[in-house]
């Protein structure tokens, strides 16, 4: 079956520009995680969704990040006022149920470029 | 604070010599440990993890991994490498609070011929 897809998988942008980045996680898995990777580390936890409702949201950097799961399915992850230092790749998961009892399948993320 | 932490950053071995990656974690309570491999071009991909009951654990492509309490640790071990397993690998510690794990920032494994 198909895996966690993310789109863009590039994007490129200018500072101060709006972006917003698309993850489809497995069919019929509740669960969401995005993450963030910049070069040279690993992945840092951004936000969780349980079905439509963000369970977990304290790894947002600042207001300028927001994520919507309106239908417990698609995320859609939006930057505001993009600056250069949020450049990084952008990792979705998603689980069948409650992670950490439950193995998280990640997408092959969004590499995000501010210029 | 949860923390993880990775000290070899780079780790080279030659194909079928044994391999051990590092990792030190910091947690309140009883942690949720984690071994990941992420190849280039490809996505995270969970190789064991370790949540209670016996402290060495088999995951996929011939690895383990032994969970030390008294040390903090959850090294990574293979008995003999093979060159598919060049990659990045990352330790990561969770805990009830659901999504919520904390990264180390990797150990590239270079396999030489």
């Known amino acids: 079956g198909a895996g966690v897809s993310q789109t863009p998988s590039n994007k490129v942008t200018e500072k101060g520009k709006y972006v917003e980045l698309r993850c489809d996680p497995i069919?019929?898995?509740?669960?969401l995680y995005w993450y963030r990777q910049s070069l040279g580390q690993g992945p840092e936890f951004l936000i969780y969704?349980?079905?439509?409702?963000?369970?977990?949201d304290s790894g947002l950097p600042n207001d300028r990040f927001f994520a919507v799961r309106p239908e417990g399915s698609v995320s859609t992850l939006k930057i505001q006022r993009t600056e250069r230092g949020d450049s990084a790749v952008y990792l979705c998961?998603?689980?069948?149920?409650?992670?950490?009892?439950?193995?998280?399948?990640f997408g092959p993320g969004t590499r995000l470029t501010v210029l | 604070a949860q923390s993880v932490t990775q000290p070899d950053i780079h780790i080279t071995v030659s194909e079928g010599a044994s391999l051990e990656l590092r990792c030190n974690y910091s947690?309140?309570?009883?942690?949720?440990l984690f071994w990941y491999v992420q190849s280039p071009g490809q996505g995270l991909q969970l190789l064991l993890k370790?949540?209670?009951?016996?402290?060495l654990v088999q995951g996929i492509k011939g690895f383990e991994a032994e969970f030390k309490r008294s040390q903090s640790s959850f090294n990574l071990r293979k008995p003999s490498v093979h060159w598919s397993d060049a990659a990045e690998y990352f330790c990561?510690?969770?805990?009830?609070?659901?999504?919520?794990?904390?990264f180390g920032d990797g150990t590239t494994l270079t396999v030489k011929p």
């Open positions: 998961a998603s689980s069948q149920l409650a992670y950490p009892y439950n193995e998280q399948f």
């Open positions: 069919s019929g898995h509740t669960a």
């Open positions: 969704f349980q079905g439509t409702g963000a369970a977990d």
């Open positions: 947690y309140g309570a009883t942690p949720y």
């Open positions: 370790y949540f209670s009951g016996d402290t």
């Open positions: 990561a510690v969770g805990g009830a609070n659901a999504g919520k794990s904390t």
